[in-house]
């Protein structure tokens, strides 16, 4: 049975607790094709010299992406 700490699910506040939570995650979750660089380029102008925010970062496989545009990126 799952318990709440401090009004946190358990499951929450494990989170990525281990490697290998975070692999199963990995390896189950598709990628982002490639081409999204492109997308966020054309789309949404990031390119060196933007900043963007990445909410939600978990495993960082969206933040590669961002990061290919040549756009900083801060991670959360």
Same mark, same amino acid.
């Given at each position: 049975?799952?318990? %709440?700490?401090?009004?946190?699910?358990?499951?929450?506040?494990?989170? #990525? /607790?281990?490697?290998?939570? /975070?692999?199963? #995650?990995?390896?189950?979750?598709?990628? #982002?094709?490639?081409?999204?660089?492109?997308?966020?380029?054309?789309?949404?102008?990031?390119?060196?010299?933007? %900043?963007?925010?990445?909410?939600?970062?978990? &495993?960082?496989?969206? %933040?590669?992406?961002?990061?290919? &545009?040549?756009?900083?990126?801060?991670?959360?």
């Amino acid at each position: 049975m799952n318990k %709440t700490i401090h009004g946190v699910h358990r499951t929450a506040a494990d989170g #990525y /607790a281990t490697t290998e939570t /975070a692999d199963t #995650y990995v390896r189950g979750r598709p990628d #982002y094709p490639p081409e999204i660089a492109d997308w966020l380029r054309d789309q949404l102008g990031l390119s060196a010299g933007t %900043t963007v925010v990445d909410l939600g970062a978990g &495993t960082g496989k969206f %933040t590669r992406r961002l990061i290919s &545009t040549g756009a900083k990126v801060i991670a959360v």
